[in-house]
């Protein structure tokens, strides 16, 4: 885990990024804010995550990093470890943590809850969603308290890491840290709340050839098919709004069934401090 920080004193804000090994836009973002060289008014950490997975370029080494949190200092698995190392490196903090996925192009944020500190911060960031991950957050860090995560892109593409740089510089200057730049307010986001994951069949590597048919945020209805594993069709049972579907990004699921729950487009706006004060 390598740590890094913007300003002096201690900092209040912290970005995570490249907690899995194969999403180095997390990494690049974090080392272009560096290299940026930015006058910040509050002190920011800067946390590159799971390293060892980085050099590797696998998604963990032992366990999803991701699923692993709070960790263990005595864990068995290096990613238990490092999940206890990381939470204490941000203890205190208000947190954007940085991913990518096989699954959609454009940037999407995630929350646990759409809470006070979401709806003053996602509506500065240039993404086409906000998810609420609510009963499937469990191991995640956004389970913690005071955590926005972002998918900035499709793993392992240019576009990802140039998105993460500029969400990273959105989230600061949304949260009131860079001294030259106003937060500037996008526009409404839809609100979409994760319900059920779609499962898919599993066996050996190489046994399935999985295919999707559905778009992310785009609303299947009841019947439609929407991914097919070899030659065993999957239809909807009810409508819903696909969230993280890809083929392959997923072991045993094809992603995420979602309903939409709303807009983030008349919200005013508040002090970030004293939002994060509310949580």
């Known amino acids: 885990m390598r740590v890094e920080q913007l300003g002096e004193g201690d900092p209040e ?5 490249s907690i899995h090994g194969d999403e ?3 990494k690049r973002a974090i080392e272009g804010l560096l290299e940026a060289d930015l006058e910040v008014t509050r002190p920011v950490k800067l946390v590159i995550a799971n390293e060892a997975a980085l050099e590797e370029n696998v998604r963990y080494l032992e366990e999803d990093l991701n699923r692993a949190f709070p960790g263990d200092p005595d864990g ?7 999940a206890h190392r990381l939470l204490q490196e941000i203890r205190g903090c208000t947190v954007f943590s940085l991913h990518s996925t096989q699954s959609y192009a454009a940037p999407f944020a995630l929350v646990d809850d759409l809470d006070p500190l979401a709806e003053t911060v996602v509506p500065y960031l240039t993404v086409e969603a906000v998810v609420e991950t609510g009963k499937f957050s469990e191991g ?3 389970e913690q308290a005071d955590v926005i995560e972002v998918e900035c892109g499709l793993q392992g593409s240019e576009g990802a890491a140039q998105n993460g740089y500029l969400l990273c510089t959105q989230f600061l200057a949304g949260m009131g840290a860079l001294a030259a730049d106003e937060p500037r307010r996008v526009g ?4 979409f709340r994760l319900e059920r994951q779609l499962p898919k069949p599993t066996g050996v590597p190489g046994q399935y050839e999985y295919e999707v048919f559905a778009a992310n945020f785009e609303r299947v209805a009841e019947g439609s098919t929407y991914a097919r594993a070899n030659d065993e069709s999957f239809v909807a049972d009810r409508p819903f709004y696909p969230v993280l579907l890809s083929a392959y990004g997923y072991e045993d699921v094809f992603g995420y069934g979602a309903s939409l729950v709303g807009r983030l487009d008349e ?3 508040v002090d970030p401090e004293a939002a994060t004060e509310q949580r």
């Open 76 to 82: 068995d698995t290096h990613e238990s470890r490092l």
């Open 24 to 26: 180095p836009c997390g």
């Open 188 to 191: 409404d986001v839809p609100v």
């Open 13 to 17: 804000l912290a970005i995570v990024g």
């Open 267 to 269: 919200h005013p706006r």
């Open 140 to 142: 995640r860090l956004i």
